[in-house]
């Protein structure tokens, strides 16, 4: 009796946005037994977008690789990642931001955040008109991941003086997640 071992595979995910594609993508995995463990796809200025972490057997890998390489109408980029274990201490925050659109927010924050050496996890952005006004505001959350030594306040006080500066409302909060 053979052992099977599996490895990570990261896939990044584009095209034409038309029904089917999640469905052709999910049938190549499955065809070489592949387990789709997470992905985050979404529909962005008429392109189908995605990324996809499967598990597949290391015996799969190549002929998997190549069979999604092949896709019609996607173009499929892999690659081979080890599963790396969350640090066991890290302090989770979760920081969430609206404010009028305007070039440079997500630079200008994410540049407090590696200043404080804050990994981000999770980033998710999008626009939309204000409730009152035809004004287009900027929306973001953000999943973060900080060593137990931060200095949270230095890193609201950071926050505060983009938040002035950009007039936009951030909001930082510290959460368990497991």
Known sequence: MSITHNASLVLTVIGDD?????????????????????????????KFAGIVCVSVPESE?????ATLAALPGLRVTSEASAAVESKAGSRRLKLSLVGHDRIGIVREVSQVLARHAINVEDLSTH?????????????????????????AR???????????????????????RT
Do not use: C, Y
């Open 18 to 46: 038309k029904p089917g594609l999640v469905e052709r993508l999910a049938t190549a995995i499955s065809q070489h037994q592949g387990n789709w463990l997470e992905s985050s796809m979404s529909h962005l200025s008429g």
């Open 61 to 65: 890998l190549a002929a998997l690789s």
């Open 127 to 151: 626009t939309a008109s204000a409730p009152m006004s035809a004004e287009i505001l900027f929306h973001a959350t953000a999943e973060l991941t900080a060593s137990p030594t931060l200095d």
């Open 154 to 176: 230095a890193l609201t006080s950071d926050l505060e003086q983009i938040s002035n500066d950009l007039m936009v409302d951030i909001t930082l909060d510290e959460t368990i």
